[in-house]
């Protein structure tokens, strides 16, 4: 019986950087492709947290404009997938397999009311002094909190962790699925957005819980 398979890769399984992981999405695309050579249809979804991390990280020089974090997680998303993509692709294609690839960059709706925004738990980023923490948050109004690392009394900014009541790219994967088999790579959109009063959404730097 042929089936629709959801396939989930773990951020932290996908490398410490580019060329890590294209190794190792490389291994990953054979397994994938033998259940697409079986007849299945594949969706594939990943985690991005150390990605987030290190885009971030790269931008984290007083001589370049700061990249707010939905943009990280677009681009998290976009480089992922390009991998993934191609990889898969090109296994497909060594086997003489004929079928569509495509990469699609998502987004989750949280609640604004989510009580996680009121405590930033998920750390994030590079380790700092107690005494450069303090002045990151003066100046910033980032929260700073205690987190292990190298040395003592090290700390890390922190990000909100909510629920995702929803996920507005879910209408228009259905859409491309159906009328053209997609095989599709998504990423699991921390860009969380929530709704407001004039219907508008607007990119906020949390994580959604995945349960």
């Not at 079986?38 to 985690?47: I, R, S, T």
């Not at 007083?62 to 974090?69: A, E, G, S």
């Not at 910033?140 to 900014?157: A, C, L, N, Q, Y």
């Amino acid at each position: 019986m042929k089936k629709r398979i959801v396939v989930a890769l773990g951020g932290n399984a996908l490398g410490n950087n580019a060329e890590e992981q294209r190794e190792l999405v490389r291994q990953t695309a054979v397994p994938i492709v033998d259940l697409i050579a079986e007849g299945h249809e594949l969706v594939l979804a990943h985690g991005n947290g150390p990605q987030v991390g290190m885009i971030n990280l790269a931008f984290d020089n007083p001589n370049v404009p700061p990249m707010p974090f939905p943009e990280c997680g677009a681009m998290s998303q976009g480089y992922i997938g390009y991998h993934l993509q191609n990889a898969i692709r090109e296994e497909l294609l060594s086997r003489g397999l004929n079928h569509p690839v495509a990469t699609i960059v998502t987004q989750v709706v949280v609640d604004i009311e989510d009580p996680a925004f009121q405590n930033p738990t998920k750390p994030i980023g590079s380790f700092y002094s107690e005494e450069k923490a303090k002045e990151i948050a003066k100046e910033t109004g980032f929260v700073m909190k205690e987190d292990s690392g190298p040395g003592r009394h090290h700390r890390r900014r922190r990000g909100y962790s909510c629920d995702p009541p929803g996920h507005p790219s879910g209408r228009c994967r259905g859409r491309d699925r159906q009328g053209f088999r997609l095989r599709g790579l998504s990423g699991d959109g921390r860009r969380g957005l929530p709704d407001h009063p004039d219907g508008g959404r607007k990119g906020r730097f949390e994580f959604w819980q995945e349960r």
